[in-house]
């Protein structure tokens, strides 16, 4: 008499699954603000620090390189040492991302977000 019902059973097991892979997304992005990565050039002259999600957070650079005659060799260390931390952050949140990712049983390689 009710057999389309059991329909309605996986469609609520399937909105608590989304509702708590919407839980685990926000506690990963809490996650990944908290997680710092860095990038250098330069052998270290210059390094970059950034949240797992690529946000900048602090730039160190040895005195060393101030030189006048070589502002765009201490530019181009510089964007060396960004551009190496945002691919660290990607790196790392991809990383983070899988780990969440295989927690929940999706399959490996999956992108998340979808």
Known sequence: MFKGLGGLGDMAGMMKKAQEMQAKMGEMQ????AIMVTGESGAGLVKA???AKGELTALDIDPSIFDPEEKEMVEDLILAAIKDAQAR??????EEMGKMAEGLGLPPGMKLPF
């Open 89 to 94: 952050a990607a790196e790392r949140s991809q």
């Open 49 to 51: 620090t950034a949240t």
């Open 30 to 33: 809490d996650n990944l603000n």
